[in-house]
């Protein structure tokens, strides 16, 4: 018995709920009617969602749906240079697997971007990103792990994500937005399971504290 007391705590173990087995199935059923499952993989895959019992049981089913929308092949995101004359690479996804990944600084963002986390880290910093588009759409997942999204104050946001046993956010601003007609949107929509997914604005780098006021 005092081996199993000290036994590390393993939120896999944990029993999912009925509601927890809901989430996953209408996200199974969203990726059917996009044309990533078929409907025999369908019915497998929801036999397989209401048999579940632990989380752990849960991960599996849906570790190759994270990205719930069109993403566009990495050969397709943009090059574009920076004033400086310098190349600003473009990247289609980030994923972290047991490890942190981070885009930040001058960079391309496609038009779609992928995030995933499978026990890791990955930031998505879009303050001076350059974006291919008016609208740009994040599909952004976690699997006991996280996803940091941050936009800059002149940037709509639209967070649309399935949280089980998890989060999926926009948090609170720390600079005030600046957004208007002519704004560029981004887009989150995805899913976190026993992780989380945060969307926040935040002032440009380099920001002295002393002008951000009460945020």
């Known amino acids: 018995m005092g081996e199993i007391e000290?036994?590390?705590?393993?939120?896999?173990l944990m029993r999912v709920s009925d509601a927890d087995r809901q989430r996953v199935a209408e996200v199974l059923r969203e990726a059917a009617g996009e044309g990533r499952l078929d409907l025999d993989e369908l019915d497998?895959?929801?036999?397989?969602?209401?048999?579940?019992?632990?989380?752990?049981?849960?991960?599996?089913?849906?570790?190759?749906l994270q990205s719930t929308g069109p993403v566009t092949?990495?050969?397709?995101?943009?090059?574009?240079?920076?004033?400086?004359?310098?190349?600003?690479?473009?990247?289609?996804?980030?994923?972290?697997i047991m490890g942190e990944v981070?885009?930040?600084?001058?960079?391309?963002?496609p038009?779609?971007?992928?995030?995933?986390?499978l026990m890791g880290s990955v930031v998505i910093d879009l303050r001076q990103a350059q974006l291919s588009a008016r609208e740009t759409h994040i599909n952004?997942?976690?699997?006991?792990?996280?996803?940091?999204?941050?936009?800059?104050?002149d940037m709509h946001v639209v967070v649309d994500g399935t949280p089980i046993m998890g989060e999926f956010t926009q948090?609170?601003?720390?600079?005030?937005?600046?957004?208007?007609?002519?704004?560029?949107?981004v887009r989150v929509r995805g899913?976190?399971?026993?992780?989380?997914?945060n969307v926040q604005r935040q002032p440009a780098p380099g920001t002295p504290k002393k002008f951000l006021g009460s945020y």
């Open 6 to 12: 000290n036994r590390p705590h393993d939120p896999s």
């Open 44 to 64: 497998e895959r929801l036999d397989l969602t209401f048999a579940a019992k632990t989380y752990g049981d849960l991960v599996p089913i849906t570790l190759d």
């Open 73 to 96: 092949p990495p050969a397709a995101a943009p090059v574009r240079r920076t004033s400086s004359g310098l190349p600003a690479v473009g990247h289609a996804s980030s994923t972290a």
């Open 102 to 109: 981070k885009r930040q600084g001058v960079w391309s963002v």
């Open 111 to 117: 038009e779609n971007h992928s995030a995933f986390a």
């Open 140 to 153: 952004a997942s976690s699997i006991m792990g996280e996803v940091k999204i941050i936009v800059p104050a």
């Open 171 to 185: 948090q609170k601003d720390k600079t005030p937005a600046e957004v208007g007609p002519g704004s560029p949107t």
């Open 191 to 197: 899913m976190a399971l026993m992780g989380s997914v």
